[in-house]
């Protein structure tokens, strides 16, 4: 955080210098924001996970959400507020959060695991919960949106908003109260045992140091993001670059702790974990960020482009689909995980020619 914090106030006062630079030390600029604002939100993710050990539930499973989803909203909201920002930017960074999320991250996840354990048990009824909810979720908010009348925008973001946190406040009393245990595995006593060295991990520090911690945390990646939005902005400024690329970098931004945390689960033939993890972060950048940026649009008057592409919504289509699939048996295999990593490619591939 101290290095993040250094790491702002020389971009203040180089920002000018560095833009009357040219493109190319714009990008360079650019890119080493995006690197200390990973390690920052990766900090504000560690305390949020220490912080929610202590507290416990329902409370530990909002932190958890909250703290990873604002990330990702505080860099939209700052990069929206741009003149030159796309008003696809938030429908893209959300389409590109779930491929990365349950292709990029469950896919490449699955496979490593399988390719090590074989197949890897986990319990179908949180994938099935975690599928059918997203699917919900992004009809609502990103392919509806395509059939309401512009004129009546403003009605439809309103009811957006009270849709998503219905569903959100549903599924957290789902995951802390009486169905919490479709979101857990019971692994053999011998497995359970390989936990306990990690257990004085959690322990450290206390829980006003954590809030603090996340609280600055959060201030920091803020000004960092509304450095990096124009850093990026001006280097990417007539280069040919798709639109969609500043979307990628928001969603890799805000998935960076959990990438790590997923694979290592996977390796260590905790399967359970990393579909929480994958299809968690995909339901709560979804549910969590639309409210939030319909919120915005109606504040300021000026609605965003929410409907996806038609690319996007195949894409997002078969992803759900292979996903409903895949996860309704109770484990996962190398396959399985291959099929979503291909999508991940597949996503990539599409982004690079401009689709």
């Known amino acids: ?9 020389i971009a203040y006062l180089t920002e000018h210098s560095v833009m ?36 416990g539930d329902p409370y530990g499973t909002m ?10 909203v505080i860099i939209l909201a700052i990069m929206m507020g741009g003149e030159e920002t ?14 990365l999320d349950i292709n990029g991250i469950l896919g490449l996840a699955a496979l490593l695991g399988g390719l090590k354990h074989g197949e890897q048990p986990y319990n179908d ?3 099935k919960t975690y599928g059918v909810m997203i699917l919900t979720a ?49 692994y053999p006593r011998s497995e359970r045992q390989k936990e306990h060295p990690d257990k004085h991990h959690h322990e450290e520090g206390s829980v006003s140091t954590s809030i603090a911690i996340i609280l600055i945390g959060v201030v920091i990646i803020g000004a960092l993001a509304e450095f990096m939005s124009g850093f990026m902005s001006e280097g990417l400024r007539d280069s040919g670059a798709p639109v969609a690329v500043t979307a990628i970098v928001v969603a890799a931004i805000s998935a960076a702790p959990e990438i790590l945390t997923a694979l290592r ?41 929410m409907a996806m592409s038609p690319v996007q919504t195949v894409m997002v289509a078969i992803t759900l689909i292979a996903a409903a699939i895949n996860l309704n048996d109770g484990e996962t295999n190398a396959i399985e995980g291959m099929t979503h990593f291909i999508l991940f ?4 591939m599409l982004t690079a020619i401009g689709l």
């Open 265 to 305: 689960a996977a390796l260590r033939n905790r399967m359970q974990a990393t579909v929480n993890i994958a299809m968690g972060a995909s339901l709560s950048t979804v549910i969590l960020t639309v409210p939030v940026m319909e919120g915005i649009a109606l504040y300021t008057g000026q609605p965003f482009i």
């Open 138 to 186: 992004m009809g609502i908010s990103m392919i509806v949106p395509e059939f309401v009348p512009r004129d009546k925008w403003h009605y439809y973001s309103g009811f957006t908003i009270i849709a998503m946190i219905a569903l959100y406040g549903l599924f957290l009393r789902m995951q802390v109260g009486q169905h919490s245990y479709f979101f857990s595995y019971s």
């Open 63 to 72: 932190i958890l959400t909250l703290s990873a989803v604002a990330v990702e």
């Open 345 to 348: 490619a597949t996503f990539i």
């Open 1 to 9: 955080m101290i290095v993040a914090f250094v790491v702002a106030i």
């Open 20 to 55: 009357e630079a040219g493109r190319g030390m714009a990008l360079v600029a650019a890119a080493a924001l995006i690197v200390t604002i990973v390690l920052a939100s990766m900090r504000v993710a560690h305390h949020a996970e220490l912080l929610a050990v202590k507290v």
């Open 125 to 127: 009824n949180s994938g």
């Open 86 to 99: 796309s008003p696809t930017l938030v429908r893209d960074t959300i389409y590109s959060a779930l491929m």
